[in-house]
């Protein structure tokens, strides 16, 4: 159990343009969703939080306007980077919380480099 | 949300004992301990949690002392696989405490 599906996994993209990550619970329902950043060599550092049918909440520092989260499903969120420049470029981590529990899962990163 | 300490880096020898510490000396009555891994460039991966009783899964041990303020990840036969960083967490049980906060974890290096 606890499948994660988190696509793309690396994704190359121009400046200016957006790029939509996915974040699938093959297995379980997740009421919240939470969306990880992670520079090189550095850990991992929450972006937003997400509650199914909500508008997310977002950490300080992270914009609102520029990562769109999308958790219209207990299956399925989405983050959308909106015209993405190089110092986006990170890697992406979701981790859906089991509904009910406090068991939080991770995808498996997206790789994104804007060029 | 209570602060972890733990080395930067450690390592092990293949088929050892690997015993990797925590420090939590500001970890609250309701507050779990939680272990994570992250081999490069993945997902962190869920090895085990506890409160304050001793915990074993096929992964791995943990060993939390009476104090709570400290605890010990074991995993008894180290591989090559096991090289990851592992991040010791605190976590609340509900709520907005659901979120989990990734310090700089430790850097296991499982040595052939």
């Known amino acids: 159990g606890a499948v994660v599906s988190q696509h793309p996994s690396r994704v190359i993209c121009k400046s200016g343009t957006s790029v939509k990550i996915e974040c699938r619970s093959l297995d379980f329902q997740a009421t919240t969703m939470f969306w990880y950043r992670q520079f090189p060599k550095q850990s991992l550092m929450l972006m937003a939080t997400?509650?199914?049918?909500?508008?997310?909440?977002?950490e300080q520092g992270v914009e609102k306007d520029k990562f769109l989260i999308n958790h219209a499903s207990l299956t399925l969120s989405t983050l959308t980077v909106t015209s993405a420049h190089p110092e986006d470029s990170s890697f992406y981590i979701c981790?859906?919380?089991?509904?009910?529990?406090?068991?939080?899962?991770f995808g498996q990163g997206t790789r994104l480099t804007v060029v | 949300d209570a602060k972890t300490t733990q080395p930067p880096s450690m390592d092990c020898a293949e088929g050892r004992a690997a015993n990797l510490p925590c420090n939590h000396s500001?970890?609250?009555?309701?507050?779990?301990v939680y272990w994570y891994r992250q081999i490069h460039s993945q997902g962190p991966q869920y090895i085990i949690h506890g409160l304050k009783n001793n915990e074993t899964n096929e992964m791995a041990s943990l060993i939390i002392t009476e104090d709570r303020k400290s605890s010990t990840l074991i995993l008894p036969h180290a591989t090559l696989r096991d090289t990851a960083v592992y991040y010791c967490i605190v976590r609340g049980s509900g709520g907005s405490n659901y979120k989990l906060t990734f310090g700089k974890g430790t850097l296991l290096t499982v040595n052939p």
């Open positions: 981790s859906p919380v089991k509904s009910g529990t406090t068991e939080a899962f």
């Open positions: 500001t970890i609250s009555g309701n507050e779990y």
């Open positions: 997400s509650n199914e049918g909500s508008k997310a909440t977002y």
